[in-house]
């Protein structure tokens, strides 16, 4: 038997102005997965730790994901699959992409690689629809390839890989309570107003620039989002306290983390960094909502080998 035991990290995704196109990789937040290759085929989730979730393949996004790699490739081997979440379910910081990136480049890996890193992300996203009840590329992307990615398009999938300033760095807050990915999507509208996309494409254009070009005053202002935040910041306990008080610490810009209930920053340097962290906990407190505070550069690279 062959076994790797992986880092599969947390990604934060829309970015403010890029809902379901952009998303970026945390650093320092992550699951642990150990993956085995066997002589038995198939796919076995043989443990999880750190969350009650289905140990029944087809209806565990890694398990999932992997059998869809697996139907592709049909090898003569099965594989077992452990996971220690670390990363909280409905936490909106990438839980169930973290699990099924982790499985699909576990198994690819411990195959020989017979798809590159980007070419796993179809599979990954398999898993993801088990969570979202769609097919999204936005935390699984970032979550293989590392940075931020932008999705170009869904048909078909292209994925483009975007650079990271050196001196960007995330804050991410996790209230303690949950927000269901699907029941957030139910919320949004249909259709949007013709003055609001025109100004989220201005933004998201500009976000993009300010990547390319590590200019950070372009990437504070182009760091808004007028379609999804309106609508989903009152779910979220505190939103506009966040938000006030991370910007007059000098954050770049405020959102939400993927569908919530975290709330993320953008800032340049780790001493502002610290700062907004700072701030957002000793403000946050007040609210008596228990939670989590975490800083983290912006991750040049996604799911990583620990060991072997």
Known sequence: MKTIRLFCPAT?????CGFDVLGLCLDTIGDEMIVTQTTQKGIRIIGITGADLPLKAAQNVAGVAAMALLEVLQPDCGFDIVIHKKIKAGSGIGSSAASAA???????MLLGNPFSTKELIPFA???????SGCEHADN??????????????????????????SELYATVIHPQIE??????????????????????????GGLIAGLYTSDYELIRRSLHDRIVEPL????????????????????????????????????????????VAFAMEQKYTETGIPFEVYVSPVATRGVQLINS
């Open 232 to 275: 989903r910041a009152g779910y979220i306990p505190g939103f506009d306290l966040i938000k006030e008080t991370a910007l007059q610490h000098g954050a770049l810009g405020v959102g939400i983390s993927g569908s919530g209930p975290s709330v993320f920053t953008l800032n340049k340097d780790l001493e502002t960094t610290h700062k």
């Open 12 to 16: 934060v995704a829309n970015v403010s």
């Open 125 to 131: 996203m398999k898993g993801e629809a088990v969570a």
């Open 179 to 204: 927000l269901k990915t699907s029941e957030m999507r139910a919320v949004l509208p249909t259709q949007i107003p013709l003055k609001k996309a025109i100004a989220q494409s201005g933004n998201l």
């Open 140 to 165: 699984v992307a970032p979550a293989l390839l590392g940075g931020f990615t932008l999705i170009r398009g869904y048909e078909p999938l292209d994925v483009v890989a975007l650079p990271v300033p």
């Open 102 to 108: 982790g499985a699909v480049f576990g198994i690819n």
